[in-house]
């Protein structure tokens, strides 16, 4: 596709549920980075990917968050056991690397954890 | 404090003037300094990315660096009602591929 795509696009989740949000980049982008952004705030730094490495991951909230790109293209980042904080929009964003800084956001992921 | 600081506004400018849009950083090794744009329920789009001291002009935006003052600065010259968005600055450190994002500015753009 011409951009990053993100599914779904709206999750309602029930407190405890597990959920998986996943990212597809722009073919042949390197990095990937995962945010999250709550009401009226700016993105949040989540986890960096370089190809299928996992680089940073010191924004993860604790350890119901798990991100990973296994073939370093499709992302999956899943929140286990999902608290009414979760409830956010996560984004997605990827670059083609080495050394470029235009991240291209995706459409984002609407979670609401009831 | 935090590390990357905006006004919330909302900043409200009439037609065709000059909106001034503001960020301070915390962190004195950052080297690469970022605006987006995000209309509502929309994702950020990059505007911007600046690393040197001084102005760097884009069709109708100008991105300014003052490294030794830790600020950053957007301005939109002949704003347009289309310019109504939220304005985030992104910094991101030497050595790190963290991009530390500010709250945002809202901008209305008055018809």
């Known amino acids: 596709g011409a951009g990053v795509s993100q599914s779904p696009r709206y999750k309602v989740a029930k407190r405890g549920q597990d959920v998986a949000l996943r990212c597809d980049p722009i073919?042949?982008?390197?990095?990937l980075f995962w945010y999250q952004q709550a009401l009226g705030q700016g993105p949040e730094f989540l986890t960096y990917?370089?190809?299928?490495?996992?680089?940073?991951k010191s924004g993860l909230p604790s350890d119901r968050f798990f991100a990973e790109r296994p073939e370093g293209s499709v992302s999956t980042l899943k929140i286990q056991r999902t608290q009414q904080e979760d409830s956010a929009v996560y984004l997605c964003?990827?670059?083609?690397?080495?050394?470029?800084?235009?991240?291209?956001f995706g459409p984002g992921t609407r979670l609401t954890v009831l | 404090q935090k590390e990357v600081e905006q006004n919330s506004g909302p900043l409200s400018v009439p037609e065709g003037a000059i909106a001034s849009l503001n960020c301070t950083y915390s962190d004195r090794g950052s080297q690469s300094f970022f605006w987006y744009r995000q209309y509502s329920g929309k994702s950020p789009e990059l505007i911007m990315s600046i690393y040197s001291n001084g102005d760097k002009e884009d069709g109708r935006f100008t991105a300014q660096l003052n490294k030794a003052s830790q600020y950053v600065s957007l301005l939109i010259r002949d704003s347009q009602p289309s310019d109504s968005a939220t304005y985030l600055c992104?910094?991101?450190?030497?050595?790190?591929?963290?991009?530390?994002f500010g709250t945002g500015t809202r901008l209305k753009v008055l018809a």
């Open positions: 073919s042949g982008h390197v990095s």
């Open positions: 964003a990827t670059d083609r690397g080495g050394g470029t800084d235009t991240q291209y």
């Open positions: 990917f370089q190809n299928e490495a996992q680089l940073d």
């Open positions: 992104a910094v991101r450190g030497s050595g790190t591929y963290k991009y530390i």
